[in-house]
């Protein structure tokens, strides 16, 4: 009987690809795939450490993983918390038998085999080049979408980020790897691949001659996925070629995700972003909606950074209300060991942070309300994820991603069915999700 294998992957989609590639090379080595941990052979936990409370939820993880596992099982601990703190992690928890940091697959089956012989295996090394040849790797989301890497590390000097120490370098994906793995997708019936990078628009930079990221949307977009969403681009690195390739690839979904962390120039450069005053900010979000037709608008901010005060949220406020963003995300700010904003002085209390995201997602809210009623009446072609007993299609726009977004329920689902295009009527909202009906006409894909 082949032994059997149970997989955890927490954190970002980018962590899910690592944790695929690495189950890639236990199912090579005769492992099956089972969801009993309890019962399972080898226990693998890729994990975050991003910021403090992925790191918590990765022990909070292992703590009552531990005890319901067979006693002579293997867990496995790979991904970003180990490569930050190998040692006090492999303190921390006695009972795990590997642990492997960020590139953990290309030694994942040795160290497996070396722990079930009895030794307890701690190898993280430096961060290598991106793996190639994984196209044919186990999918751990729905047949239906899928998620692939087009580069790997990260540059940007962003004082509160801990990716660079994490992760290394940037380092693109050769192009010709990245589209035979679109290839493997698309005859797999893959209906949305999300290409995924710290940032994706600066695809190809590091490559002697190599592509950049409009011109590898150009070559992927005939290669027969119909949807292609990118996400993590810099909003710096929105230029013309890039915003025309989303304009005129019609498998490129018009999804536009471009964290800002901030409009306060103040903290933008204590941050090491861009310190664009909101008014140029908004003109830069304006020009992607003229250059992309029906574009959708993602970001990200991050409150109670050192420095900021009640002016500064009140600016993100009105912000938020002028932009008018399809998605915001609003995350509290987590001082890191290590990086420049961990030591900045005057950093609000943990209860003005809380309270100041409250407020932003209430104003995100009051947006979301407005968008609604104008989508109301309008037919967009919608992707099924899933549908349920009971008849419900669960289903996304291509204004809504498959990492958190909202999603769009049809109530009656008829011969519905996941992975399937449909075209609907949104009909209405219930909270932040829309609600819709079967409607006339043709599908996109």
């Known amino acids: 009987m082949n032994r059997t294998l149970a997989v955890i992957s927490l954190g970002c989609a980018k962590n899910l690809v690592d944790a695929e590639v690495a189950v890639g090379e236990l199912l090579g080595e005769g492992y099956?795939?089972?969801?009993?941990?309890?019962a399972a052979d080898v226990v693998l936990v890729?994990?975050?450490?991003?910021?403090?409370?992925?790191?918590?939820?990765?022990?909070?993880?292992?703590?009552?993983?531990?005890?319901?596992?067979?006693?002579?099982?293997?867990?496995?601990?790979?991904?970003?918390?180990?490569?930050?703190?190998?040692?006090?992690?492999?303190r921390e928890f006695e009972r795990v038998d590997v642990v492997l940091g960020v590139d953990a697959a290309a030694r994942l089956a040795r160290a497996v085999r070396e722990a079930a012989s009895g030794g307890r295996v701690i190898d993280v090394g430096p961060p290598r080049p991106p793996l190639a040849g994984v196209a044919a790797r186990p999918r751990l989301t729905a047949p239906h979408v899928s998620f692939l890497k087009i580069a790997e590390g990260c540059d940007h000097p962003c004082t509160f980020c801990t990716i660079p120490r994490l992760r290394g370098p940037y380092?693109?994906?050769?192009?010709?790897d990245v589209a035979r793995e679109v290839a493997f997708a698309a005859a797999h019936g893959v209906a949305e691949l999300v290409l995924l990078a710290q940032d994706s628009s600066r695809y190809g930079e590091d490559l002697d001659r190599g592509p950049n990221l409009?011109?590898?949307?150009?070559?992927?977009?005939?290669?027969?996925?119909?949807?292609?969403?990118?996400?993590?681009?810099?909003?710096?690195?929105?230029t013309?070629?890039?915003?025309?390739?989303?304009?005129?690839?019609?498998?490129v979904v018009n999804y536009v995700d471009v964290p800002l962390?901030?409009?306060?120039?103040?903290?933008?450069?204590?941050?090491?972003?861009?310190?664009?005053?909101?008014?140029?900010?908004?003109?830069?979000?304006?020009?992607?909606?003229?250059?992309?037709?029906?574009?959708?608008?993602?970001?990200?901010?991050?409150?109670?950074?050192?420095?900021?005060t009640e002016d500064d949220v009140e600016l993100l406020a009105d912000f938020i209300g002028a932009a008018r963003f399809d998605h915001v995300g609003v995350f509290e700010f987590s001082p890191e060991e290590g990086t420049p904003a961990a030591a900045l002085p005057d950093r609000p209390s943990r209860d003005a942070a809380a309270a100041r995201r409250e407020e932003l997602?209430?104003?995100?809210?009051?947006?979301?309300?407005?968008?609604?009623?104008?989508?109301?009446?309008?037919?967009?072609?919608?992707?099924?994820?899933?549908?349920t007993p009971e008849g419900v299609a669960v289903?996304?726009?291509?204004?809504q991603g498959p990492e958190g977004d909202p999603v769009t329920i049809i109530r009656d689902a008829g011969e519905l069915a996941a992975g399937q295009f449909a075209r609907v009527e949104i009909a209405g909202w219930e909270g932040y999700e829309l609600v819709a009906r079967a409607a006339q006409g043709a599908c996109r894909a």
């Open 32 to 38: 099956e795939l089972t969801l009993d941990e309890e």
């Open 171 to 176: 380092r693109s994906r050769d192009a010709d």
């Open 395 to 399: 289903a996304r726009t291509y204004f």
């Open 214 to 238: 409009a011109t590898l949307l150009r070559r992927l977009g005939g290669v027969g996925v119909p949807w292609l969403r990118v996400l993590y681009l810099h909003p710096a690195r929105l």
């Open 361 to 387: 997602m209430l104003r995100q809210q009051d947006v979301l309300a407005e968008r609604y009623r104008e989508l109301q009446g309008r037919s967009f072609d919608v992707l099924v994820d899933r549908v």
């Open 46 to 90: 890729n994990t975050c450490a991003f910021i403090g409370p992925a790191r918590d939820e990765g022990r909070q993880v292992l703590a009552e993983l531990s005890p319901r596992m067979k006693p002579d099982a293997t867990l496995v601990v790979t991904g970003c918390w180990p490569q930050l703190a190998a040692d006090a992690l492999a």
């Open 261 to 308: 962390q901030h409009v306060a120039p103040h903290l933008l450069d204590a941050m090491g972003r861009p310190a664009w005053p909101p008014e140029e900010a908004l003109a830069r979000l304006e020009h992607v909606r003229a250059s992309v037709p029906g574009a959708a608008l993602r970001t990200s901010f991050i409150v109670g950074f050192p420095g900021e």
């Open 240 to 251: 013309e070629e890039l915003l025309a390739a989303f304009a005129d690839v019609e498998a």
